[in-house]
T-cell receptor, first 115, second 115 residues
């Protein structure tokens, strides 16, 4: 069975600080996909990144970076030089390629960036 | 611009009422999903559909049913609303693609309150 754990319920930082959001997953499949979504106060989930299980390269997109480590079943998300607009709930999610095609979400981490 | 729309942003209903939540996507996606989002629990899958007239139960289908008569529309039905169904309901869609497992696109959500 697939499972995603986001142990950090809430994080509060001051603007310009770096912050890392943790995500640990469980799956029996060798082929799977990991995702991060952002949910701003408006409520609509915004897709940030998808990573398949065969691609362990870390990725950087502007101030965002992702660290995928299969050895520890983790897919952590770092925001560098955080800004107030980064305040949102962030969800990590997992889909097994040969399962029901559904997606398992973590409980989410609420990030508050204070000016 | 891709779009998933939901019929209402806010809805207030009384216990025992039949409630319809509508979701429409304009991306010609095969797969559509209904989630509910509750604090501390993340998103939980209620039902999904991988084709017209096809449906599959998710993790928490009790008290809900769905209908997919047209490819672009996926309806969630609460046969007899109860107070424990007060929640945020999110609809999503995703293309099928074999080896390519794309992200889900989400609607803005419907915040349902059952009194």
């Amino acid at each position: 069975a697939q499972k995603v754990t986001q142990a950090q319920t809430e994080i509060s930082v001051v603007e310009k600080e770096d912050v890392t959001l943790d995500c640990v997953y469980e799956t029996r499949d060798t082929t799977y996909y990991l995702f991060w979504y952002k949910q701003p106060p408006s409520g609509e989930l915004v897709f940030l990144i998808r990573r398949n299980s065969f691609d362990e390269q870390n990725e950087i997109s502007g101030r965002y970076s992702w660290n995928f480590q299969k050895s520890t079943s983790s897919f952590n998300f770092t925001i560098t030089a955080s800004q107030v607009v980064d305040s949102a709930v962030y969800f990590c999610a997992l889909s097994e390629a040969w399962g029901n095609n559904d997606m398992r979400f973590g409980a989410g981490t609420r990030l508050t960036v204070k000016p | 611009d891709v779009k998933v729309t939901q019929s209402s942003r806010y809805l207030v209903k009384r216990t025992g009422e039949k409630v319809f939540l509508e979701c429409v996507q304009d991306m010609d996606h095969e797969n559509m999903f209904w989630y509910r989002q509750d604090p501390g629990l993340g998103l939980r899958l209620i039902y999904f559909s991988y084709d017209v007239k096809m449906k599959e139960k998710g993790d928490i289908p009790e008290g809900y049913s769905v209908s997919r008569e047209k490819k672009e529309r996926f309806s969630l039905i609460l046969e007899s609303a109860s107070t424990n169904q007060t929640s945020m309901y999110l609809c999503a869609s995703r293309a099928s693609g074999g080896a390519f497992f794309g992200e889900q696109f989400f609607g803005p959500g419907t915040r349902l309150t059952v009194l």
